[in-house]
């Protein structure tokens, strides 16, 4: 792949940019300078703004070059490929399945692709495990269901 650290699969060049994958070489080189614009160390004051920018300097350079991006979007189709054989998740029909099994009762809420209670609803997962929930509502993948997690337990 030519990068110089080895990418986390969970934070592709894509999210490092906040770009979509089928984004064209005009939305990447725009994205790019208004992100290098503000966190460059030289506007962002914060120790963590050099990292930041070179994660923004690495993902422009990987993905403005059609080659590389090219051998980078297999490098991550493989990635995702790798999923169907983890040891965590079973294939069952066209389905995966999280090592909670199967969900369990009626389905209410948003539908969770990832982890042990992979294609669980919010609310299978509630009856089953609210604990969890609490988990997952405190957990960066769980940001996108906060307000849902809140409401089912009662924290508003």
Request: proline share 6%; with cysteine; net charge positive.
């Amino acid at each position: 792949m030519g990068c110089s650290v080895k990418p986390d699969p969970r934070l592709t060049h894509y999210k490092v940019l906040m770009l979509a994958e089928i984004a064209d070489q005009e939305i990447i080189s725009t994205v790019y300078r208004k992100l290098a614009q503000r966190y460059h160390p030289d506007i962002d004051q914060s120790p963590e703004a050099a990292r930041r920018m070179a994660a923004i300097n690495e993902a422009y350079e990987t993905l403005r070059d059609p080659d590389r991006r090219r051998r980078y979007d297999e490098w991550l189709a493989s990635r995702r490929d790798r999923r169907a054989t983890d040891k965590l998740i079973r294939q069952q029909g066209d389905v995966l399945t999280g090592a909670a099994g199967p969900a369990q009762g009626p389905p209410s809420g948003s539908v969770v692709d990832f982890g042990r209670y992979s294609g669980w609803t919010l609310g299978q997962i509630k009856r089953r495990d609210p604990e969890f929930l609490g988990w997952l509502m405190r957990a960066p993948a769980g940001r996108v269901y906060r307000a849902e997690i809140e409401a089912l337990l009662g924290h508003r």
